[in-house]
């Protein structure tokens, strides 16, 4: 069955280092985003990508990069991890369909930043 | 700026009661209005959505009411269970223009059903 995973599920770092998060999808969807919740604020689109070398971002964009190599994955980073990017950050992928649109969901990685 | 807004953050209803969620948007493009259901340490997972075209639809115990001319659109759970509880988004988007795809998520409401 097709799925979408993340890695790691909890992560615990320090403030200053780079952390990549793994997404990866075998719907063979084009479209991917990356969106962290919090508590009050619900979900907020971080990036986005349409296919591979398509990359936009969202509304919380600033301190994370995302790249698209292929279709299946796209890894988030944060260049310098702060205290307040502990959050919980999920991954989605969808594929265009007229008058259908669900994004599927993959399990979340908590992470705290000390 | 929030593109939709939803209400109330936290809702408690006895079993059997009809739980009653309420989104508003402003951007007249969008054209598809999912409800996606979240139970904790998961992922949202598509519940039911609508497009503008009708006023309800209904499947199971979950109808989506939808008001155009309002902008407002509205998640009833009937003969709610222990089992709803959990958080529901509502989202808007759009087939067309730069918003292609994207979702745009509402804060969520934390439902609680008690036995």
């Known amino acids: 069955d097709a799925e979408i995973t993340q890695s790691p599920r909890h992560k615990i770092t320090e403030t200053g280092r780079q952390v990549t998060l793994a997404c990866h999808q075998t719907?063979?969807?084009?479209?991917m985003f990356w969106y962290r919740q919090d508590l009050g604020h619900g979900l907020r689109l971080i990036h986005y990508?349409?296919?591979?070398?398509?990359?936009n971002k969202g509304e919380v964009s600033d301190g994370y990069s995302v790249s698209r190599s292929n279709t299946e994955d796209l890894p988030l980073t944060l260049e310098s991890a702060a205290s307040s990017q502990t959050s919980v950050y999920f991954c989605a992928s969808s594929e265009f369909e007229r008058g259908h649109n669900e994004q599927f969901f993959g399990p979340g990685t908590r992470l705290t930043v000390l | 700026q929030q593109q939709v807004k939803q209400s109330p953050q936290s809702l408690i209803v006895q079993k059997g009661g009809i739980s009653i969620i309420n989104c508003a948007y402003e951007?007249?493009?969008?054209?598809?209005f999912p409800w996606y259901q979240q139970f904790p340490g998961k992922g949202p997972a598509l519940l039911i959505a609508i497009r503008p075209d009708v006023s309800e639809k209904k499947e199971g115990r979950f109808t989506i009411s939808f008001n155009k001319s309002a902008k407002q659109f509205s998640l009833h759970i009937m003969d709610s269970q222990p089992g709803d509880s959990a958080t529901y988004f509502c989202?808007?988007?759009?087939?067309?223009?730069?918003?292609?795809?994207?979702?745009?998520f509402g804060r969520g409401t934390q439902l609680t059903v008690w036995p």
């Open positions: 719907w063979n969807h084009n479209n």
């Open positions: 951007n007249t493009a969008f054209d598809y």
């Open positions: 990508s349409y296919g591979v070398q398509d990359t």
């Open positions: 989202a808007a988007t759009s087939d067309r223009g730069s918003t292609l795809g994207r979702l745009y």
